[in-house]
Nanobody, 113 residues
Framework: QVQFVESGGGLVQAGGSLRLSCAAS????????IEWYRQAPGKQREFVAK???????NYADSVKGRFTISRDNSKNTVSLQMNSLKPEDTGAYYC???????WGQGTQVTVSS
């Protein structure tokens, strides 16, 4: 099993930046794609970004060109660099392995206008 701990969330003004980190424990980290999802109040959880063990990445259209996902397999960490933040980026951000249903507790991002 893999466990995840997210950090780096906070309050930022529109146009600002934040860097989220996801620390993972467990032996399956390096062989699984890691994803970031987010959930705004009253809305369903939505896909944000994904990174495969090879380093290949996918992004939601709403964050392309603004967010960058990266991973360091030697440290079992995945990061999400978020630039040009918008109020609609507000929500709880979760990292994990989607197909296994494994997620962390989340970190809150709030973008003020």
């Amino acid at each position: 099993q893999v466990q995840f701990v997210e950090s780096g969330g906070g309050l930022v003004q529109a146009g600002g930046s934040l860097r989220l980190s996801c620390a993972a424990s467990g032996s399956t980290f390096t062989i699984n794609p890691i994803e970031w999802y987010r959930q705004a109040p009253g809305k369903q959880r939505e896909f944000v970004a994904k990174i495969y063990p090879s380093g290949t990445t996918n992004y939601a259209d709403s964050v392309k060109g603004r967010f960058t996902i990266s991973r360091d397999n030697s440290k079992n960490t995945v990061s999400l660099q978020m630039n040009s933040l918008k109020p609609e980026d507000t929500g709880a951000y979760y990292c994990g392995v989607n197909w296994m249903g494994l997620w962390g507790q989340g970190t809150q991002v709030t973008v003020s206008s």
